[in-house]
C-alpha cells in the first residue's frame, strides 16, 4: 500500500505531465469575459486573413469608400471603429468609410475580434446605442470588418489610421 504523500506526489507529477503535454500540442487561446474560448491563430493563417481583407478593402475602393483602420479594439477603439463605420455621405447617403479594427492576437485580447465580428461589442458602454450601432455596422451595412494582424503592409495602407502608424 502507497504512502498518502506517495499517492499526492504521484497526482502531482501526473498533472504536470498533463500541462507540460498540453503545452507542447495545445493550441493558445484567448478567453473573453464571458468566458468562452478562442484559438489564437497560428501564423500560417495570416496570409488567408490578408487575402481575405484584402479583397475586402479592394471591394471598398471599387465603392468610393475611404478606408480607415483602427489600432485596437478595446473600450475607445471598438466605438471609435463603429461611429466611423456608421457614418454616411451627407449627399448620397450611403456609406463612406470602409473600417478595419486592428487586434493583436494575444492570449489576453484576441477574443475581441471574432467576437465583434459576430457583431457584438467587446465592450459594455452606458450609450445604449453602442451595441445596436457595432451589430449595424458589422452584420447590415457590412462596413466595418475586424482582425487580428496590423496593417503594416504597403496595399493595405489606409486612408485613415487611428491611432496614426509611424512611418
Given amino acids: 500500500m502507497c504512502s498518502p504523500s506517495f499517492v499526492f506526489l504521484k497526482r502531482i507529477i501526473k498533472k504536470a505531465y498533463i500541462v507540460i503535454k498540453e503545452e507542447l500540442i495545445m493550441t493558445y487561446y484567448s478567453i473573453s469575459p464571458a468566458g468562452e474560448k478562442f484559438p489564437i491563430p497560428e501564423e500560417d493563417k495570416y496570409a488567408t486573413e490578408f487575402t481575405r481583407i484584402a479583397s475586402l478593402v479592394e471591394q471598398a ?74 451589430a449595424r455596422c458589422v452584420l447590415e451595412k457590412k462596413t466595418q470588418e475586424n482582425q487580428y494582424w496590423y496593417c503594416y503592409t504597403k496595399n493595405l495602407i489606409p486612408n485613415h489610421c487611428y491611432p496614426p502608424l509611424a512611418e
Fill in 61 to 134: 475602393r471599387i465603392e468610393g469608400k475611404e478606408i480607415v483602420v483602427v489600432m485596437g479594439v478595446g473600450f475607445v477603439g471598438a466605438v471609435m471603429a463603429a461611429i466611423i463605420a456608421d457614418t454616411v455621405d451627407k449627399e448620397s447617403g450611403k456609406p463612406g468609410k470602409f473600417v478595419i479594427g486592428c487586434q493583436r492576437p494575444s492570449t489576453r485580447s484576441y477574443w475581441k475580434i471574432p467576437l465583434l465580428n459576430r457583431g457584438i461589442s467587446p465592450v459594455k458602454a452606458e450609450d445604449p446605442e453602442v451595441d445596436p450601432m457595432i
